[in-house]
Structure formats: structure tokens, C-alpha cells
């Protein structure tokens, strides 16, 4: 569900009738924040050391060297934490780490494909 609300919020709808299905112009976002909602899946148990469903600020600062693989740098963990944290617990849920992680990263994909387009006519 996740990410077809995201592929239905990026583009809006051409539809008269509303946003019941993904749309063609939509279908590409939906692909791709479903592959970045899996990674995020995965990389959440991967943090989440004690197992509680919730990152805390020290798991989240022992794999920033791992989010470069994925080509996120981030120069100022405590900033992003809080960013990603909307509910301000001090904590992050699967939630608010995967929306943030699938927005970011597929702003990272646009940023990509708008630089392999450059000198395009």
C-alpha cells in the first residue's frame, strides 16, 4: 500500500473518475518505490539490533558508512534522524524510516536520470 500511495501521490491522475488504480505514468514510481520499500524492509531488521521495531539514534549512527552504498550521504546524522522521526518519539518505526528512505531514494533515481539526460536533444 505504501508504495501506491507514493506512485499516486508523485504524478497527479489524469482520471476523472479518481485514484483507484496506478496509472500508466504512475506504474514506473510504483515499481521502483516497491523495490526501495523492500531494501528498506531488509535494512530496517538489519539495524534494528535489539529486535524491539524501532531504531534508536545509536543503531541508526553505526550504519551511516553503509547508506553511501546506496548512495546517500548524510553529514549530519542527527539532523536526518530527526527528520525521518515525524512522530518525535526519539525513536524511528518501520514507517517513518521506509518513507523517508523510499522518497529519498527515488529522488536520487530522478536527480540520476535527469543527469544521463543532460545534452539529450
Not at 536526518?80 to 524511528?92: I, N, P, R, Y
Request: with cysteine.
Amino acid at each position: 500500500m505504501r508504495a501506491y500511495t507514493i506512485a499516486k501521490n508523485r504524478i497527479p491522475s489524469k482520471q476523472k473518475g479518481g485514484d483507484d488504480y496506478v496509472e500508466k505514468d504512475e506504474f514506473r514510481y510504483f515499481l521502483l518505490a516497491f523495490k526501495h520499500y523492500l531494501h528498506c524492509l531488509i535494512l530496517f531488521e538489519m539495524i534494528d539490533k535489539n529486535s524491539n521495531q524501532y531504531v534508536e539514534f545509536s543503531e541508526f549512527q553505526k550504519v551511516i558508512p553503509d547508506f553511501l552504498r546506496l548512495g546517500l550521504k548524510i553529514d549530519n546524522p542527527r539532523k536526518v534522524f530527526d527528520e525521518m522521526d515525524t512522530s518525535k518519539s526519539g525513536m524511528l518505526d518501520f514507517g517513518e524510516f521506509a518513507e523517508w528512505m523510499t522518497l529519498t531514494l527515488l529522488d536520487l533515481e530522478e536527480l540520476s536520470e535527469s543527469e544521463k539526460n543532460l545534452g539529450t536533444v
